[in-house]
């Protein structure tokens, strides 16, 4: 454990918060980090791992039309993630994480390690486009650690 998954947490508690996440590459990881400490589930209320296309259109209803114009692995596809699944969730925070963790997946301008990460609320949205390099256990524990401290950055300027 880092010293950002308690502060994470005192956060979301001391504001009467709460998260859920909708995650692609990262398999849950970031929910698992997340459930880890007890208290969570004062604040975590879902998480959702949307691996396939099917999920994402399915589940979390992003449309078939977003995925086949921009890639699954888009700041569009991220950002309809978070929102997604704070509707879903009824949550005051949604976090969507989609890439590819490799080390097979790459395509013309997304190479293995490029990762895009969307916090949603009613106040702040925010996505960004990052790229790990490292194993594909490297990656999605970047992407993950990556979306705490962008949650963190919301949450303070919440």
Same mark, same amino acid.
């Given at each position: 454990? $880092?010293?950002?998954?308690?502060?994470?947490?005192?956060?979301?508690?001391? #504001?009467?918060?709460?998260?859920?996440?909708?995650? *692609?590459?990262?398999?849950?990881?970031? #929910?698992?980090?997340? $459930? +880890?400490? #007890?208290? *969570?589930?004062?604040?975590?209320?879902?998480?959702?791992?949307?691996? #396939? +296309?099917?999920?994402?259109? *399915?589940?979390?209803?992003?449309?078939?039309?977003?995925?086949?114009?921009?890639?699954?692995?888009?700041?569009?596809?991220?950002?309809?993630?978070?929102? *997604?699944?704070?509707?879903?969730? +009824?949550? /005051? &925070?949604?976090?969507?994480?989609?890439?590819?963790?490799?080390?097979?997946?790459?395509?013309?301008?997304?190479?293995?390690?490029?990762? &895009?990460?969307?916090? /949603?609320?009613?106040?702040?949205?925010?996505?960004?486009? &990052?790229?790990?390099?490292?194993?594909?256990? $490297?990656?999605?524990? +970047?992407?993950?650690?990556?979306?705490?401290?962008?949650?963190?950055?919301?949450?303070?300027?919440?």
């Amino acid at each position: 454990m $880092t010293k950002l998954e308690p502060e994470i947490h005192r956060l979301f508690i001391k #504001s009467n918060l709460t998260l859920a996440a909708a995650e *692609s590459c990262t398999g849950g990881l970031l #929910s698992n980090i997340i $459930t +880890n400490a #007890s208290g *969570s589930s004062r604040f975590f209320l879902l998480g959702i791992t949307a691996y #396939s +296309n099917q999920a994402k259109i *399915s589940v979390l209803k992003i449309p078939r039309s977003v995925i086949a114009k921009y890639g699954a692995v888009s700041a569009e596809v991220a950002r309809l993630m978070a929102s *997604s699944i704070r509707r879903l969730a +009824n949550s /005051d &925070f949604g976090v969507g994480i989609t890439g590819i963790a490799g080390p097979k997946g790459s395509s013309a301008g997304k190479p293995v390690g490029t990762v &895009f990460i969307a916090v /949603d609320s009613a106040h702040k949205k925010i996505c960004g486009r &990052f790229r790990f390099k490292g194993t594909r256990l $490297t990656v999605k524990r +970047n992407a993950a650690f990556k979306a705490l401290e962008l949650l963190k950055l919301c949450l303070k300027k919440y």
